[in-house]
C-alpha cells in the first residue's frame, strides 16, 4: 500500500521558516522523482519543487527560487522542503508527489503565512 505522509506545515509569521517533510512507503522510493506541490485557496496546484531520484537535479518555480530547499533521503524514504523567508503568498496547502506526472500523493499539509 503506498503512502506519503506529509508533516511540518503550521502556522509563521512573514519572514519565518518552516521545514517540510513527507514519509514514503509501499514503492521504490529511490527510483522516483519527488516532487512539492502548493495549492492556495482559489487556486490551481501548482508545482514547487522537484528531485531527480539521486539528488542530482533539482527544479524551483520562479516564486519560490532562493528561498526554498528540495532534498531528499533515499535511506529513509523522505523528502523534504526548506522554506526560509516565507511570504504571505505562500500560503497554501503543500503536497507531496511521487513520480513523474504525480502518481501518487499525499493528503497534504497546511502551511499559513501571517502576521
Known amino acids: 500500500q503506498v503512502q506519503l505522509v506529509e508533516s511540518g506545515g503550521g502556522l509563521v509569521q512573514p519572514g519565518g521558516s518552516l521545514r517540510l517533510s513527507c514519509s514514503a512507503s509501499?514503492?521504490?522510493?529511490?527510483?522516483?522523482?519527488m516532487s512539492w506541490y502548493r495549492q492556495a485557496p482559489g487556486k490551481e496546484r501548482e508545482l514547487v519543487a522537484r528531485?531527480?531520484?539521486?539528488?542530482?537535479?533539482?527544479n524551483y518555480a520562479d516564486s519560490v527560487k532562493g528561498r526554498f530547499t528540495i532534498s531528499r533521503d533515499n535511506a529513509k524514504a523522505t523528502v523534504d522542503l526548506q522554506m526560509n523567508s516565507l511570504k504571505p503568498e505562500d500560503t497554501a496547502v503543500y503536497y507531496c508527489?511521487?513520480?513523474?506526472?504525480?502518481?501518487?500523493w499525499g493528503q497534504g499539509t497546511q502551511v499559513t503565512v501571517s502576521s
Open positions: 508527489s511521487a513520480g513523474a506526472g504525480g502518481r501518487y
Open positions: 509501499g514503492f521504490t522510493f529511490s527510483s522516483l522523482i
Open positions: 528531485i531527480s531520484t539521486q539528488s542530482t537535479m533539482a
